[in-house]
């Protein structure tokens, strides 16, 4: 179900970058396709995430406290690389707005 809406909206997507490609606004369609190689890079991301907060869960690491730092670091780090493209997604977002006046 998640796989079709997603299909859905790539599609979509691609309809709106042929149409401003049509259109002229090059620039606009290069930033859509920056924005979806982001939100992909996000979705990869925050995949990792879930799977890294499930083995920081299971216990069978044992009590290891350097194994659990570790992957505390490693969920830091990913939070980190999320935000960072949420940001770099929200600025590309913008720089469409602008692109469009």
Known sequence: EM???FSAISSGINMI????????KVE?????QTVQ???EDKLSLTAA?????IRGETKIWGESAKIATFLKEGSRNLELKIKALESSISEALEDIKYEME
């Open 49 to 53: 995430l879930h799977l890294e907060k």
């Open 3 to 5: 796989t079709a809406s």
């Open 17 to 24: 970058k042929d149409s401003l490609l049509k259109r002229r």
């Open 28 to 32: 606009a369609s290069r930033i859509i």
């Open 37 to 39: 190689k982001m939100e």
